[in-house]
């Protein structure tokens, strides 16, 4: 029996996104799955921000700008660090 906790499925994928907090210039990290309703974003352990930082995020190199969207830190792993979407 599973302890997964998880409502939408995670789509192995990179991407390139921009992180910005605080106001920062941000920077850019590549996401190592993507669901509905987040995102895990791989860093060094030394960068994770801490569980419940708020963040934007836009996804990068496409051909128009995408949107920038608000996140929450909720997830924190040794190669990253989960994000769940606040606005929708």
């Known amino acids: 029996m ?3 906790k998880r409502r939408h499925q995670r789509t192995k994928v990179t991407l390139q996104i921009k992180l910005m907090s605080n106001g ?3 920077i850019t990290l590549k996401t190592r799955d993507i669901s509905d309703s987040g995102i895990f974003l791989l860093a060094e352990e030394d960068s994770i921000p801490p569980l419940g930082t708020i963040v934007k995020v ?3 190199g496409l051909p128009i700008p995408a949107p ?3 996140m929450e830190v909720v997830r924190q792993e040794p190669e990253g660090f989960g994000l769940r979407m606040l606005d929708k």
């Open 24 to 26: 920062d210039e941000g």
């Open 2 to 4: 599973s302890d997964e």
């Open 68 to 70: 920038v969207c608000t």
């Open 58 to 60: 836009q996804v990068q």
